[in-house]
């Protein structure tokens, strides 16, 4: 009953002529084009203003400043799935590992499984050693890489390249496998 009055009004309003079928707007009870819908105009006299209580002001003013929350030091908070140091520990590594195997291939014309075959596996192991500690010990310090990320290179910037150095590496050893050798 009361969705039936609500649409006789709308229908029987003065703002539902017909003028003409140009254009349509979704009304939340019928579609009315918008040429029928006039423009309200601005009041121009009418301010809304906003006072707080005075309790409300003697709270706030004497209320410590808000401070930035503090990066968690914890090991597993650091290194948990949606912590700071997987991916890009996992980045870092990719970058490494794909230039590294970008450039022994061009030289050398070896592929990936060849030179992990051929003595890559130590040279990986020390490298992973060695990049997860370099990445770890600031976060440990508690300092954050986006605040130490400005200019050209930023923390996002190393992200993104990470990520693609972790697709680069993967697509350039399935190629490799598909061809059955090196992509020279």
Do not use: H
């Amino acid at each position: 009953m009361a969705a039936s009055s609500a649409m006789q009004s709308i229908l029987a309003s003065p703002l539902t002529r017909v003028v003409s079928n140009r254009s349509t707007r979704a009304n939340q009870f019928l579609i009315i084009p918008t040429s029928y819908v006039s423009p309200v105009p601005r009041n121009a006299s009418m301010r809304v203003r906003c006072m707080a209580k005075k309790e409300q002001l003697e709270s706030e003013t004497t209320s410590p400043p808000q401070s930035t929350p503090k990066v968690s030091t914890n090991f597993y908070d650091l290194l948990a799935f949606s912590g700071p140091g997987p991916e890009r520990i996992n980045g870092r590594l990719a970058m490494i590992g794909f230039v590294s195997a970008m450039a022994v291939e061009l030289s050398n014309g070896q592929d990936v499984f060849a030179q992990i075959s051929n003595g890559g596996i130590p040279w990986f192991l020390g490298t992973s050693i060695v990049l997860t500690y370099a990445s770890l010990i600031p976060l440990f310090k508690g300092i954050s890489v986006e605040s130490k990320s400005d200019g050209f290179m930023t923390s996002d910037a190393e992200m993104w390249n990470g990520r693609f150095a972790m697709l680069g590496l993967v697509a350039l050893a399935f190629t490799e496998y598909v061809k059955g050798g090196t992509l020279i």
